[in-house]
């Protein structure tokens, strides 16, 4: 029978880093052979009806929902591990783990310019909170058009307000 409570646990888990949960990750797999067996099933009866279709349908939905589940929870326990907290990691996670970072590490060593860690908010130096001291008229940067109106605060790309910023007309505000 098909249980998915085991697989919303194991959802709920993947956001803490707590010891591997085995037994749900091969209930979710015996689930998943489960389906393929009731799948082949189905392949081989040669009936073919609307519920059947429906059926297999379903059936393939579910196993692909629980790959998901079990690439999830390995990839969330991937974005939480480093190097300090291995030991948390059974011997097949920790081998996939080490696997997937030296994939990672190929990946990025090919475009070393470009830096790919995290970060949730815009670079400082290219963004400005600015008071505006005087009308300023209209500015145009690449799709925002925005009209700088005296006593307002604006947060805007510090290339496209160097002028005003010059004149004087706005100021950095923090």
Same mark, same amino acid.
């Given at each position: 029978?098909?249980?998915d409570?085991?697989?919303?646990l194991?959802l709920?888990?993947?956001n803490n880093l707590?010891?591997f949960n085995?037994?749900?990750v091969?209930?979710?797999e015996?689930?998943?052979?489960?389906?393929?067996? %009731?799948?082949e099933?189905? =392949?081989?009866?040669?009936?073919l009806? $609307?519920? &059947?279709?429906?059926?297999?349908?379903f !059936?393939?939905?579910?196993?692909?929902?629980c790959?998901?589940i079990i690439?999830?929870?390995?990839?969330r326990?991937?974005?939480?591990t480093?190097?300090?907290?291995?030991?948390l990691l059974?011997?097949d996670?920790?081998?996939?783990?080490?696997?997937?970072?030296?994939?990672? %590490?190929?990946?990025?060593? =090919?475009?070393?310019?470009?830096?790919? $860690?995290? &970060?949730?908010h815009?670079?400082?130096? !290219?963004?400005?909170?600015?008071?505006?001291?005087?009308?300023?008229?209209?500015?145009?940067?690449?799709?925002?058009?925005?009209?700088?109106?005296?006593?307002?605060?604006?947060?805007?790309?510090?290339k496209?307000?160097?002028?005003l910023?010059?004149e004087?007309?706005?100021e950095i505000?923090?």
């Amino acid at each position: 029978m098909l249980n998915d409570k085991n697989g919303m646990l194991l959802l709920e888990e993947c956001n803490n880093l707590k010891k591997f949960n085995k037994v749900l990750v091969q209930d979710l797999e015996q689930q998943m052979v489960f389906v393929d067996e %009731l799948m082949e099933e189905i =392949k081989t009866a040669g009936v073919l009806t $609307e519920e &059947t279709s429906l059926n297999y349908a379903f !059936l393939n939905f579910y196993k692909k929902r629980c790959e998901n589940i079990i690439n999830v929870y390995f990839y969330r326990r991937f974005l939480m591990t480093d190097e300090t907290n291995l030991d948390l990691l059974n011997d097949d996670e920790r081998n996939r783990w080490i696997d997937l970072k030296n994939a990672q %590490l190929d990946y990025f060593s =090919k475009f070393p310019k470009i830096s790919f $860690e995290r &970060t949730n908010h815009p670079p400082e130096a !290219l963004y400005v909170q600015v008071i505006c001291l005087k009308d300023s008229g209209i500015i145009y940067d690449e799709e925002e058009i925005v009209e700088l109106i005296k006593g307002r605060i604006y947060f805007l790309k510090r290339k496209s307000i160097e002028h005003l910023l010059l004149e004087s007309a706005l100021e950095i505000f923090n």
